[in-house]
């Protein structure tokens, strides 16, 4: 029995993809298999030995420890995809409503209320917000991931010329891609050409201020900017001055920021890119579900900070190390299995960066001895025997 402990309200629909036969849901555990999490900031909670898994349901894991995890032979998952449709239509939303400034339109008329003259006042006062229709403008789009690749598809859908950005591109998104979508091998191709820009990248150091004064300057003149990823994906003192100078015409985020709020042009929604119903069940049913095959049968699928490994379970026994990425390790592991006796049916063996992760079948008596063993390998961080 594995012990779950949920830091945030979980969605009933992925708490069942736990079993009531194999897993507890204890919230005041001290000493949890598994922790499911949304929001919750983990960085200041002691990390019990007892903890293998951590699962975030949501793609963005800054609430939690990583460095320390890792070193602990905690593997952390996220939920890549899980939102991406509720993400996508948000982001078509914005480049309506930005478009047609629909916003500040809205709470304009909100003050027309009790107007003697309401009509004649609409009629005078809509000039104020003409703005342009998307179709035939040229969308660029920076990430094409699960998101990016969707509102790529939809900017397709209403007519729009879309070009894309994405040195990255995994095979299942470029798939995903509508053929009408333009690929740009480096973003001073794509930038000079956008009516619209829209980015969808993880936030990674790389990655900080990837919209700044200088991608800025090469835009057109009006560019309206949407950032629906992370905050610090855009330089806000550079938008800020874009805006200033008119280069951008309209900035929409769903990150709002200090310096960022009454200021005119400036759109911002309260970080609501996930926060649909479906969205937070898709989240949840993922998570879970990463959570439970890893506990059961030490599968790692969309992990954060070890490397993805898979295999089908073949009967018998089933050895997984975590170890640290170093040369000897494999014959050290095989040495102390030859030595039980242990027949290796099927073994897997995959690294990421200075960690490693080792999944073996085996069939044979297995002595009680056989995880300490194993954890004396001095590379060893984590052993499990299933």
């Known amino acids: 029995m594995y012990t779950i402990k949920t830091m945030n309200a979980i969605s009933p629909v992925g708490l069942a993809k736990l079993p009531t036969t194999q897993f507890e849901i ?43 995890c890792t070193e602990a032979g905690i593997v952390v998952f996220n939920t890549p995809g899980a939102n991406a449709n509720a993400v996508a239509e948000l982001v078509v939303g914005a480049l309506v409503a930005g478009s047609r400034n629909l916003p500040a339109a809205i709470r304009w008329a909100e003050g027309l209320k009790g107007s003697a003259t309401l009509a004649r006042d609409v009629e005078k006062g809509k000039k104020q917000f003409v703005g342009p229709e998307l179709h035939g403008k040229v969308l660029g789009v920076i990430g094409l991931g699960a998101i990016g690749s969707r509102v790529a598809n939809a900017a397709v859908a ?46 990674i150091p790389a990655t900080k201020h990837t919209i700044n004064s200088q991608t800025l300057s090469m835009c057109k003149d009006g560019v309206r900017v ?49 926060s649909t119903p479906e ?5 949840a049913v993922m998570a879970a579900s990463e959570l439970s095959d890893y506990l059961r049968n030490g599968n ?47 073994m897997v063996n995959k690294s990421r960066k200075d960690v490693a992760y080792t999944m073996l079948d085996v069939t044979g008596p297995v002595q009680p001895s056989l995880k300490q063993q194993l ?8 052993v499990r025997v299933l």
Request: glycine share 8%.
């Open 375 to 382: 954890a004396a390998i001095e590379e060893a961080i984590r």
């Open 226 to 274: 949407l950032n629906f990823a992370r905050g610090e994906l855009v330089d806000t003192a550079a938008m800020l001055d874009a805006l200033n100078t008119g280069k951008a015409a309209s900035y929409f985020c769903d990150f709002p920021a200090e310096e960022l709020l009454g200021v005119p042009g400036v759109y911002c929604t309260p970080h609501l890119g996930a």
């Open 26 to 68: 204890d919230n005041e555990t001290a000493a949890p298999d598994g922790i499911l999490v949304r929001s919750a900031d983990l960085h200041e909670m002691p990390l019990p030995d007892s903890l293998l898994a951590i699962a975030r349901a949501g793609a963005g894991t800054n609430n939690i420890p990583l460095d320390k």
């Open 300 to 346: 790692i699928t969309h992990s954060v900070n070890l490397p993805d490994v898979q295999q089908p379970r073949l009967g018998g026994r089933r050895v997984c190390l975590i170890h640290k990425n170093a040369p000897g390790v494999i014959s050290s592991i095989t040495g102390i299995l030859t030595s039980a006796s242990l027949n290796i049916e099927n």
């Open 158 to 203: 209403l007519g729009m010329e879309v070009l894309g950005y994405d040195p990255y591109i995994s095979i299942d998104a470029a798939w995903s891609l509508s053929r009408s979508v333009q690929h740009c091998v480096t973003l001073s191709d794509m930038l000079p050409r956008c009516d619209y820009l829209t980015v969808h990248v993880p936030y």
């Open 279 to 283: 969205s937070e069940t898709n989240c």
